[in-house]
Every structure is written in structure tokens, then in C-alpha cells.
């Protein structure tokens, strides 16, 4: 047994036995950056192509995969609808940070991708080959400017190659995404691993739902000789990690072969750290460790797809209560026309905004949970399932009209909900948030992520722990897009006591519950002040 079932195991127990060190306390004045910060990089502005909106209807928000060619306003203009800053907000809401997020120095920026805790410490980087815009070499994405900073000069595409593996062995066009983890520890300690790895499955899930309404395709590579890659952009091994790797279909033909050997060339480029205290954590020195472990050696094909089948065989092999009552169906979901940038525009947290009054309709949560649950198999994922889902969605209904309040089982194959629990369940989710951000009874509905983590680890290894949580967060981000195209608010929390969601949906030892989300209906005419800036 590895190492991250006992850190999956702690993650679901944090509720009752708090995660060492148990007395940690951020420092918020001495807080890092959210961003990497490399003073004597070059900067090369990107242009942003705004998305084609006639395409997006015609494709859907969530469109198939296409077959189209990045070009430089396409990359600027992705990059900018996911990771880059969009606009700055105020709004009067139920967060702990209300009171300092009008100086500036706590300014809120929105941001097309969520990210847990708002922190956002994923780093974009983009290794160009002979065939892209720009210079070959090693660029890193500058959020606040909506940048390139050239970290290395010279086509490394090779090594990358390398890494790979033989998976996209005719790309010379990578994005690389990276994670510090101080910029998520220092407020979340040994619980920041979970949360990190979510943020990479939001940002994919992301950039799949932008390509594929543009008509382009993304597919991504988990397993990867990630300390070759790692050296290759000058990262700290203890302090840092590479999660995945994107290739890019360039729209132009390349010229020639690409390079035929690695280069063993490295980033010498720093970043600066603005932290005066950098605290290093044990257990996720630990469970990085564990990931890496094989993280060379891609799963066989099929081995994951069995092994959920035979996990969500076992979850389903409990009979129905028929005291419970009858599955209850649900409408068609709704064709979600909002444009992409749109979408991603209006996405933002509710934090405590929810009002039971109008209830949300049938057809709204249908479209909701039809968004989420399509995310479960990180489509385009070398790695991911090939028909099983990642992820199972069950759902609390509190105020939704023609649907009885109750707890229930998602079934997406006939899109209808299985009675679990009947009757009224808000007393049971607020007793069981740590938080005071949500009043979770006004909430439509609170939707429960739940994953087969240790059959997951048991098929693929350690390293299956950031599939599972990327599956997550890709459920999240999916939601988070399609609400506002369906009419409705949302915020997504960890902030819960999974033992009990456990307890109250009967769930099996091998099904933990990883993330709770919330949709709705909100206040009408809200006090918000948002700027947009690009």
C-alpha cells in the first residue's frame, strides 16, 4: 500500500482528526505572490483573439472535439479567458475577506478558472519549438500582464518529447503546467496537495471547453518523466512539481524535422520569491514523493476502465430503499448558448448569496449536473477512463421545483435521480460545513463529488491520486461554466465533514466524497462592484 491512501484516508478523516501540524496558522502578511516572478525575463505581450461566438453557438458550450490549429491570438486568447486577470470585483457576501478586499493591496481579480482558496498557483509554461511564433525556447505565461517572459532561448522541444514518452512524438508545441507549492501551503499546509491537484483538473477542464467551441482539440499527458522536465525548467524538486503536459496543434506546417536528441539544457532564470519565510511540510514532501513513483510508466490501456467498472459495480450493488421511493426523472438539460468568454466571464463564487426563493427549476439542475458529470472523464486525457467515469454526483435537493426534497444518486445514463434519503436535508449540511460563507439550506441544490480513490490507486498507483482529484476539479470547473449559461449561481467548498456525507449517502469504504457544490438561485439586485480590465 502507498503512501496516498494513508494521505486520501487523512484528507477524509480531516473533519474529526485535524491534518498535521494541527496548530499551523497562515501568515498573511508575509503571503507569496500568485504569481511567479522572474524580474530580468523578457517580456513579449500576446494578442487576444476574442472566440468566434457564432461558433460557440453553433458547437454549444460544450462542443466535440474539433480538429482546428492553434495559432498566437487563439493561444492569447485562451490563456486569457482561463488564467488571466479579467476584471476586479467587489460585492457585499459572506467570505472572511470582505472586510480587507477594498484596499488594494487585497484586490480581488476575477479569473475564467476557479481555483481552491483563490490562490491560483499554477504556473503556465510554454516550450516553442522551430514551428510556433515566437522564438524557440521556454516562455513562462505572466498573468498580470497577459505575457511571455522568455525564460530560455533555443528549441528544447526534444526533451519534452522525451519525457513524453512517444505520446504527441510529431508536436513541437507543449504547454507545461507547474505547481509551487508555497503558494498554496502557506495557507493550506499538508491539505494543499488536494487542493492543487483539483486546480490542474479545473484549468484542463477549461481550456477542453474553450478549444472545443472554437473547433480545435486538447488533449493532455499526466504520466511523464516529470524529473527530466523538471530539470529542464529549473525547478526545485521538493518545492515544486510538473503536472501536465499539453501539446498544441499549431496551425501552421512546420518546416523541416524537429530536433532529433534532448538537449539537457535547463532554465537558469530564478524566480523571486517574496515570502521572507518559506515553511517546507512533510507530508506533502511525502505524498509529492509518492506521485512520483512511476510517473514514467503510463497505465495500460483498459487497466483503469476495469478497475472503475468493477469499484462502481460494488457502490451500486446495495438494492435501492424502496422506502426512499421511486427514481424521480428529470428533464432533457437545456442547450446552453452563452458564448465561451462570456461564460467564463460571469463565472464567480456566491458566497452566501443563495435564496430558496424562486426555487430553481427541474431543467436547471438537469443542465447542471449533466455539465458535471460529463467532466468525469477527463476527455482528452491520455490517461483517463475510456467509457467509466472518474466520478459519481449525488445530490441534496432543497428547493427545486417538482423535485421532493431529499438526498439522491445521479444516474447520468437515463439522467434521472435515485431516492437515497427522503425529506428535508439542510440541517444536515450546515451542521456538517466548518465554514460560515454558505447558508447551504438556501442553496437549490448541493451536489456531492465522490470518487473510487483507493481502487484508482490499486489500478494505476500513487500517481492516480491527481487523476482522481484533476476528474474533480474538472467536475467543478464544468459546473462553474455551465451555470451561468443555465441561469443559476454556484460555489464549490472542501470545507466539510466527508466522514458524515459518507454516512448519510450509505456510501461504500472504497467511494469517498472530495468535494461539495452548490447551485441556485441568488438575491436580486446585489450590491457588486466589478470592473472589467480586459
Same mark, same amino acid.
Given at each position: 500500500?502507498?503512501?496516498?491512501?494513508e494521505?486520501?484516508?487523512?484528507?477524509?478523516?480531516?473533519?474529526?482528526? =485535524?491534518?498535521?501540524?494541527?496548530?499551523?496558522?497562515p501568515?498573511?502578511?508575509?503571503?507569496?505572490?500568485?504569481?511567479?516572478?522572474?524580474?530580468?525575463?523578457?517580456?513579449?505581450?500576446?494578442? $487576444?483573439?476574442?472566440p468566434?461566438?457564432?461558433?460557440?453557438?453553433?458547437?454549444?458550450?460544450? %462542443? =466535440?472535439?474539433?480538429?482546428?490549429?492553434?495559432? /498566437?491570438?487563439?493561444?492569447?486568447?485562451?490563456?486569457? $479567458?482561463?488564467?488571466?486577470?479579467?476584471?476586479?470585483?467587489?460585492?457585499?457576501?459572506?467570505?472572511?475577506?470582505?472586510?480587507?478586499?477594498?484596499?488594494?493591496?487585497?484586490?480581488n481579480?476575477?479569473?475564467?478558472?476557479?481555483?481552491?482558496?483563490?490562490?491560483?498557483?499554477?504556473?503556465? *509554461?510554454?516550450?516553442?519549438?522551430?514551428?510556433?511564433?515566437?522564438?524557440?525556447?521556454?516562455?513562462?505565461?505572466a498573468?498580470?500582464?497577459?505575457s511571455?517572459?522568455?525564460l530560455?532561448?533555443?528549441?528544447?522541444? #526534444?526533451?519534452?518529447?522525451?519525457?513524453?514518452? %512517444?505520446?504527441?512524438?510529431?508536436?513541437?508545441?507543449?504547454?507545461?503546467?507547474?505547481?509551487?507549492?508555497?503558494?498554496?501551503t502557506?495557507?493550506?499546509n499538508?491539505?494543499?496537495?488536494?487542493?492543487?491537484t483539483?486546480?490542474?483538473?479545473? /484549468?484542463?477542464?477549461?481550456?477542453?471547453?474553450?478549444?472545443?467551441?472554437?473547433?480545435?482539440? /486538447?488533449?493532455?499527458?499526466?504520466?511523464?518523466?516529470? &524529473?527530466?522536465?523538471?530539470?529542464?525548467?529549473?525547478?526545485?524538486?521538493?518545492? &515544486?512539481?510538473?503536472?501536465?503536459?499539453?501539446?498544441l496543434?499549431?496551425?501552421?506546417?512546420? $518546416?523541416?524535422?524537429?530536433?532529433? %536528441?534532448?538537449?539537457?539544457?535547463?532554465?537558469?532564470?530564478?524566480?523571486r520569491?517574496?515570502?521572507?519565510?518559506?515553511?517546507?511540510? +512533510?507530508?506533502?514532501?511525502?505524498i509529492? &514523493?509518492?506521485?512520483?513513483?512511476?510517473?514514467?510508466?503510463r497505465?495500460?490501456? %483498459?487497466?483503469?476502465?476495469?478497475?472503475? +467498472?468493477?469499484?462502481?459495480? +460494488?457502490?451500486?450493488?446495495?438494492?435501492?430503499?424502496? #422506502?426512499?421511493?421511486?427514481?424521480?426523472?428529470?428533464?432533457?438539460?437545456?442547450?446552453?448558448?452563452?458564448?465561451?468568454?462570456?461564460?467564463?466571464?460571469?463565472?464567480?463564487?456566491?458566497?452566501?448569496?443563495?435564496?430558496?426563493?424562486?426555487?430553481m427549476?427541474?431543467?436547471?439542475?438537469?443542465?447542471?449536473?449533466?455539465?458535471?458529470?460529463?467532466?468525469?472523464?477527463?476527455?482528452?486525457?491520455?490517461e483517463?477512463?475510456?467509457?467509466a467515469?472518474?466520478?459519481?454526483? *449525488?445530490?441534496?435537493?432543497? *428547493?427545486?421545483?417538482?423535485?421532493? #426534497?431529499?438526498?439522491?444518486?445521479?444516474?447520468?445514463? $437515463?439522467g434521472?435521480?435515485?431516492?437515497v434519503?427522503?425529506?428535508?436535508?439542510g440541517?444536515?449540511?450546515?451542521?456538517?460545513?466548518?465554514?460560515?460563507?454558505?447558508?447551504?439550506?438556501?442553496?437549490?441544490?448541493?451536489?456531492?463529488?465522490?470518487?473510487?480513490?483507493?481502487?484508482?490507486?490499486?489500478?494505476?498507483?500513487?500517481?492516480?491520486?491527481?487523476?482522481?482529484?484533476?476528474?474533480?476539479?474538472a467536475?467543478?470547473?464544468?459546473?462553474?461554466?455551465?451555470?451561468?449559461?443555465?441561469? /443559476?449561481?454556484?460555489?464549490?467548498?472542501?470545507?466539510f465533514?466527508?466522514?458524515?456525507?459518507?454516512?448519510?449517502?450509505g456510501?461504500?469504504?472504497? +467511494?469517498?466524497?472530495?468535494?461539495?457544490m452548490?447551485?441556485?438561485?441568488?438575491?436580486?439586485?446585489?450590491?457588486?462592484?466589478?470592473?472589467?480590465?480586459?
Open positions: 500500500m502507498g503512501y496516498a491512501r494521505y486520501a484516508s487523512a484528507v477524509l478523516w480531516r473533519g474529526r482528526v =485535524p491534518m498535521e501540524p494541527a496548530d499551523f496558522v501568515n498573511w502578511a508575509d503571503r507569496p505572490r500568485k504569481d511567479r516572478y522572474f524580474p530580468a525575463a523578457p517580456h513579449f505581450p500576446l494578442p $487576444d483573439c476574442p468566434d461566438p457564432a461558433a460557440a453557438v453553433r458547437r454549444g458550450l460544450f %462542443g =466535440p472535439r474539433g480538429e482546428g490549429g492553434f495559432t /498566437l491570438p487563439l493561444l492569447g486568447g485562451m490563456l486569457r $479567458d482561463s488564467y488571466g486577470l479579467t476584471g476586479r470585483r467587489l460585492a457585499v457576501q459572506a467570505n472572511s475577506d470582505l472586510g480587507t478586499l477594498p484596499l488594494y493591496p487585497h484586490a481579480f476575477s479569473r475564467g478558472t476557479a481555483s481552491g482558496g483563490g490562490l491560483y498557483p499554477i504556473g503556465i *509554461h510554454w516550450v516553442c519549438g522551430a514551428g510556433g511564433p515566437l522564438t524557440p525556447g521556454v516562455y513562462h505565461y498573468t498580470p500582464h497577459h511571455m517572459r522568455r530560455l532561448t533555443g528549441d528544447v522541444t #526534444a526533451d519534452v518529447r522525451a519525457a513524453l514518452g %512517444g505520446f504527441a512524438a510529431d508536436c513541437d508545441q507543449f504547454l507545461v503546467l507547474t505547481v509551487k507549492f508555497w503558494q498554496n502557506f495557507k493550506y499538508s491539505f494543499a496537495y488536494h487542493v492543487v483539483m486546480d490542474i483538473g479545473a /484549468l484542463l477542464e477549461t481550456w477542453r471547453i474553450w478549444a472545443g467551441a472554437q473547433g480545435l482539440h /486538447l488533449g493532455a499527458a499526466l504520466w511523464f518523466d516529470e &524529473e527530466r522536465l523538471g530539470r529542464l525548467l529549473g525547478l526545485g524538486p521538493e518545492q &515544486e512539481g510538473v503536472f501536465a503536459v499539453v501539446p496543434r499549431w496551425a501552421r506546417p512546420r $518546416d523541416g524535422r524537429l530536433p532529433a %536528441g534532448p538537449t539537457e539544457a535547463r532554465v537558469r532564470a530564478a524566480d520569491e517574496r515570502s521572507r519565510t518559506v515553511i517546507a511540510f +512533510e507530508t506533502v514532501r511525502r509529492h &514523493e509518492a506521485t512520483l513513483d512511476g510517473a514514467a510508466d497505465p495500460a490501456a %483498459g487497466a483503469l476502465d476495469a478497475a472503475l +467498472e468493477a469499484a462502481w459495480a +460494488e457502490a451500486s450493488a446495495e438494492p435501492p430503499d424502496q #422506502a426512499a421511493g421511486a427514481p424521480v426523472p428529470l428533464p432533457a438539460p437545456q442547450p446552453l448558448t452563452l458564448s465561451v468568454r462570456d461564460a467564463l466571464r460571469a463565472r464567480r463564487s456566491s458566497f452566501g448569496r443563495f435564496t430558496a426563493q424562486p426555487p427549476t427541474a431543467a436547471q439542475l438537469s443542465t447542471a449536473l449533466a455539465a458535471a458529470a460529463s467532466a468525469g472523464r477527463l476527455a482528452g486525457c491520455a483517463g477512463p475510456g467509457e467515469s472518474l466520478t459519481r454526483l *449525488h445530490v441534496f435537493v432543497n *428547493h427545486v421545483a417538482g423535485v421532493p #426534497a431529499g438526498a439522491y444518486a445521479y444516474e447520468p445514463s $437515463d434521472s435521480l435515485r431516492p434519503r427522503p425529506g428535508p436535508q440541517w444536515f449540511l450546515q451542521r456538517n460545513y466548518f465554514l460560515t460563507n454558505y447558508n447551504l439550506e438556501q442553496a437549490g441544490a448541493v451536489i456531492a463529488v465522490t470518487a473510487p480513490t483507493p481502487a484508482v490507486l490499486d489500478a494505476v498507483g500513487d500517481r492516480g491520486l491527481r487523476l482522481v482529484n484533476a476528474a474533480v476539479g467536475s467543478a470547473q464544468a459546473l462553474y461554466t455551465a451555470a451561468p449559461a443555465a441561469g /443559476l449561481a454556484c460555489g464549490v467548498a472542501l470545507g465533514d466527508a466522514v458524515s456525507y459518507t454516512e448519510r449517502l456510501l461504500t469504504d472504497g +467511494e469517498l466524497p472530495l468535494l461539495i452548490m447551485v441556485g438561485q441568488e438575491h436580486r439586485s446585489p450590491a457588486d462592484f466589478d470592473h472589467t480590465i480586459a
